[in-house]
């Protein structure tokens, strides 16, 4: 009654009745008749209210509404001008309880004196200011468990100490504000080790959010506080062993995937006796049980190998699971019987991998009062440092053909955990590889691979490309992956001609020897609304490096182009314009079709790609021009209609350098007001580059006789792009013999390389990758 109040704020007029009867601790009643009126004698509008305390729920419940009805006593719902029960009206309850939500306290295991990882999660409703923060309450005998502050990664904007409560040692773990902690799920990750002495009961830990954390337990709660259990500390059973599966056993370590786990464990006598045994098996965080997993408990001995897999190693069968209750990467098992003291009891439970594998990698066992070491998990097969990017983030140019001007490229970086002989790539419907009988098709992959910082050995390494196949949307490649590595893998691929959602492509390989390799997913690129129409024609010039290049643009657009729209044609790297640098230079475009356009704006910006500094050029235009009735027909007017082309012709000199086939497009886009509306892509067209400073003499020591074996040739030369292949042709005289040469790096690596076997059949013409 301390709350209750007939004319809260807001009311104009006092609430007609006193404290009311409460019933079933929520319904509050009125039995004497309340009289209220709508409107004073003067017309006034009268409002009523009341003020009531109540204690909340821990959890907001499904119908989170308060109900309330005038006439709640009549025992029949009337119908009619009879009616007893005319006004009700329900209002909305708080949807957001302040409440500590999900904590969890997530152990390896209680074995006694073990150093192990107890994983802490918590859920905040409330916005943490500074000096706020959460209180970790380890609970009674907990005076012996040392746990340090999680790692830096989990205490971002947060100070943490580790201490014991003056008076009963009871662990604590503060965690302090310092910036802001947005409310949501949390994970710190403690490093602990057991007491040394077995602990029966279970250690109940208290999370909670507090004004002052450092001051407990003078504190004010800010989200009540939530008690959650903990772990007893048991000693340690006779053995706890993973065993290697297979496909039989439905083995498959690939992430996401399903996968059979045999393990096998043996008891230590008892200190206390148990009526019915009962367990906790912990997977890797990630994996994931099925809330009832009894049916995926294998405990038949002829099948926990396999079906018609006979065992390789003796044990005993497990006594039948009466439960097995999953819950995420925990299952929680109960016998009817207590587990038998000395047999090696073996079984397999199914479960789903994780996506990503956890620091933790392991399974633990409890079973009654005896706890297991940590085992390995085996490592999930899954590509690292997965990254996917297309040359030109657009729908398909219509008409476009693998390796055609409109073909795109896509570049997949990927490391993989094992050495593996085939990588495929399915990607999403729309997206085409091309198909094996197009002769284009595989013809522009490129692999490279370098090594990471703990590989020894070559630095650089191109895997020989030893088949390749296609069919629309799958590729698959047949080659040599080794681990310790990192890929770079780039290859022809066409977009989707339509506008589609993102989706995920598939990247998988086949280990070395025809088993599971490793499987990573990575999202499509959202894609823009691609051209029309993008056409180049050569009018002057060569395609030779620094030289002028004079060509005809024809671009469509799939939208209108409207007033205020910019137009850009973006030009691969290292392209630039005559007379670049100089402010007096003018823009060297010039309309075509229509004859009179948008004056064109060219510009220039600096991109630094491995330490060097290439220009990256641009021509732009602006749909806003004056334009007369008389001038309309040869005019760019707005709204330009679809699929109409734009001609027009620019001036630029080519690099010294021929750009990365991934970089080397020329790409046309349409904005307004910075949001791209359409974009597409030609690619550029080839370059020939000099080779500079060359030299080429006879090694000191060479023997020049002619037609004799044991010539070196020195060669020094310095290339305008990086390459894969050199090739060596001794032209003339005629009469060059390469068949047994080796190349030798001189210079930096002082590494040697065989060359290729010669296509040509020709001994006078060297490869070497």
Same mark, same amino acid.
């Given at each position: 009654e301390d709350f209750f109040d007939r004319q809260p704020q807001g009311a104009t007029e006092l609430f007609p009745g006193d404290f009311p009867s409460v019933e079933h601790g929520v319904y509050a009643r009125w039995d004497t008749p309340l009289l209220f009126r709508s409107y004073d004698y003067s017309g006034r509008k009268m409002k009523y209210g009341l003020k009531l305390g109540i204690r909340l729920?821990?959890?907001p419940q499904t119908a989170n509404v308060f109900y309330m009805e005038l006439g709640f006593s009549e025992s029949v719902l009337s119908t009619g001008t009879d009616g007893q029960r005319p006004l009700a009206a329900t209002i909305d309850g708080p949807t957001q309880i302040r409440v500590i939500r999900g904590a969890d306290v997530d152990y390896l295991t209680g074995l006694v004196g073990e150093n192990q990882v107890i994983r802490v999660v918590v859920g905040t409703a409330t916005l943490l200011l500074p000096g706020e923060g959460?209180?970790?309450?380890?609970?009674?005998?907990?005076?012996?468990?040392?746990?340090?502050?999680?790692?830096?990664?989990?205490?971002v904007g947060i100070a943490c100490e580790s201490r014991r409560a003056k008076l009963t040692d009871e662990l604590l773990i503060e965690l302090v504000v310092t910036g802001t902690l947005l409310p949501g799920e949390h994970v710190f990750s403690l490093s602990c080790k057991n007491p040394d002495a077995i602990i029966s009961y279970v250690m109940n830990w208290t999370v909670g959010s507090y004004d002052d954390p450092t001051g407990f337990p003078q504190v004010s709660t800010i989200d009540t506080e939530a008690t959650v259990q903990g772990f007893s500390v048991k000693y340690s059973m006779s053995a706890f062993v993973r065993w290697p599966?297979?496909?039989?056993?439905l083995f498959d370590p690939r992430p996401s995937r399903r996968c059979g786990t045999i393990l096998a464990f043996s008891l230590n006598p008892r200190n206390t006796s148990v009526a019915a045994s009962s367990a906790r098996l912990r997977a890797p965080v990630g994996t994931t049980f099925a809330i009832d997993c009894l049916d995926d408990l294998i405990i038949d001995a002829s099948l926990v190998f396999g079906a018609g897999v006979p065992p390789n190693r003796s044990f005993d069968e497990l006594p039948p699971v009466y439960t097995c209750r999953g819950y995420e990467h925990r299952a929680y098992l109960t016998w009817q019987v207590p587990l038998e003291i000395g047999p090696l009891y073996s079984f397999r439970v199914l479960s789903t991998n994780p996506e990503v594998q956890p620091p933790e990698h392991v399974w633990t066992l409890e079973v009654d009062d005896q706890a297991s070491v940590v085992i390995a998990a085996a490592p999930v097969q899954r590509?690292?440092?997965?990254?996917?990017?297309?040359?030109?983030?657009?729908?398909?140019?219509?008409?476009?053909?693998?390796?055609?001007g409109g073909s795109n490229r896509l570049r997949i970086s990927f490391t993989p955990t094992l050495d593996a002989q085939t990588i495929s790539i399915h990607a999403p419907d729309g997206y085409s590889f091309g198909s094996s009988v197009e002769t284009s098709a595989c013809t522009g992959l490129r692999l490279q691979g370098k090594a990471l910082p703990q590989t020894t050995g070559l630095y650089l390494v191109v895997p020989r490309l030893l088949s390749c196949s296609t069919s629309q949307n799958i590729i698959d490649i047949s080659l040599d992956i080794l681990h310790g590595y990192s890929y770079t893998l780039e290859l022809d691929v066409l977009t989707p001609s339509k506008d589609t959602l993102p989706h995920l492509f598939q990247l998988f390989s086949t280990a070395v020897g025809g088993s599971l390799g490793d499987e990573a997913w990575v999202m499509s690129p959202n894609l823009f609304l691609g051209l029309a129409q993008f056409g180049i024609t050569r009018l002057e010039g060569d395609a030779e490096s620094l030289m002028p290049v004079r060509n005809q643009f024809s671009i469509a657009f799939a939208v209108q182009i409207l007033e205020n729209d910019r137009l850009d044609l973006t030009f691969p790297l290292g392209f630039v314009f005559p007379g670049s640098g100089s402010d007096a230079s003018p823009c060297p475009v010039a309309w075509i079709s229509p004859r009179l356009g948008p004056i064109p704006k060219c510009s220039c910006s600096i991109e630094l790609r491995r330490g060097q500094e290439i220009p990256l050029c641009s021509v732009s235009f602006f749909a806003n021009m004056s334009i007369s009735d008389d001038d309309l027909s040869s005019s760019l007017f707005t709204p330009w209609p679809v699929e109409k082309p734009l001609v027009f012709e620019a001036v630029?000199?080519?690099?010294?350098?021929?750009? &990365?086939?991934?970089? !080397?497009?020329?790409? $046309?886009? +349409?904005?307004?007001?910075d949001q791209t509306k359409a974009k597409g892509h030609h690619r550029g067209w080839t370059i020939m580059p000099q080779v500079s400073e060359l030299s080429l003499t006879f090694a000191s020591n060479s023997i020049l006789r002619a037609g004799a074996i044991g010539a070196a040739l020195l060669l020094d030369f310095i290339p305008s792009n990086d390459a894969t292949i050199?090739?060596?042709?001794?032209?003339? &005289?005629?009469?060059? !013999?390469?068949?047994? $040469?080796? +190349?030798?790096?001189?210079?930096?690596s002082q590494m040697c390389f065989k060359p290729l076997p010669s296509k040509e059949q020709d001994a006078s013409v060297m490869e070497v990758p």
């Open positions: 729920p821990w959890w959460l209180l970790f309450r380890a609970g009674e005998g907990s005076a012996f468990l040392e746990c340090a502050c999680p790692g830096a990664e989990y205490l599966g297979s496909a039989a056993s590509f690292a440092d997965v990254s996917l990017a297309v040359s030109v983030d657009s729908l398909r140019l219509p008409g476009s053909l693998i390796g055609s630029v000199v080519n690099p010294a350098a021929v750009p &990365p086939l991934f970089d !080397n497009v020329l790409v $046309a886009s +349409l904005t307004a007001q050199l090739r060596i042709n001794g032209s003339k &005289p005629t009469g060059w !013999n390469f068949s047994i $040469a080796i +190349l030798c790096d001189i210079a930096e």
